[in-house]
């Protein structure tokens, strides 16, 4: 049994995400440091708990949100989109650039590691984060870095599909 083998068959709740993507960039980056990898997400964290303690008011993925796309910089990769390095999470990380479902990545064990639960989402067309809240739940566009409305949802649903709805809520479970 491979080591990627064991750390992704684990039942969902014990996946490390983040190392498990990592040892995906290990094929192109033989040698790759993933414990540096995952410090950088770790500091990244403690920047986000940092900013939470300071700002206690504020809704908690709106901070973090806050401190990943404004502060450190993270954003989708718009003007080469098919770069390889976008879906290598130590190149997302380095570059601070990549597609949502790295950028995803990089928010969700973020997100872990502050204490806000926030899961995949395998939407049409394009990957989402869910965080619950209370009488629902948030959706989160990891390219742009910006929660979601129903009106976001549903034309990124009609983009995809060519549907105009409504949207199955099958559609907006935790991948």
């Keep these: 049994l491979s080591l990627f083998a064991h750390v992704v068959g684990r039942p969902d709740a014990h996946v490390d ?5 990592l040892m995906i960039a290990e094929g192109e980056y033989p040698g790759l440091d993933i414990p540096s990898y995952i410090a950088a997400l770790d500091r990244f964290a403690a920047r986000a708990r940092r900013a939470l303690a300071q700002a206690p008011a504020d809704p908690p993925m709106a901070t973090v ?3 990943l796309y404004g502060d450190l910089g993270f954003r989708g990769n718009s003007d080469d989109y098919y770069d390889p ?3 290598f999470l130590n190149d997302v990380l380095d570059r601070r650039m990549g597609i949502p479902i790295t950028l ?12 806000i639960e926030a899961r ?7 990957f989402l984060v869910r965080s619950p809240v209370p ?3 948030v959706f989160i566009d990891p390219f742009e870095g ?3 409305d129903e009106d976001d949802l549903q034309a990124l649903y009609k983009q995809a599909t060519g549907d105009d709805g409504p949207i199955d809520p ?3 479970e935790p991948a």
Excluded: F, T
């Excluded at 995949?120 to 394009?126: F, I, K, L, Q, T």
């Design 135 to 137: 009488g629902g739940a």
């Design 65 to 67: 949100l806050r401190v």
């Design 17 to 21: 995400l983040a190392q498990a993507a």
């Design 104 to 115: 995803g990545v990089v928010l969700i064990e973020v997100c872990r590691r502050v204490g």
């Design 120 to 126: 995949g989402v395998s939407y049409p067309g394009h």
């Design 146 to 148: 910006v929660p979601l």
């Design 170 to 172: 099958r559609r907006l």
């Design 85 to 87: 390095r976008n879906s």
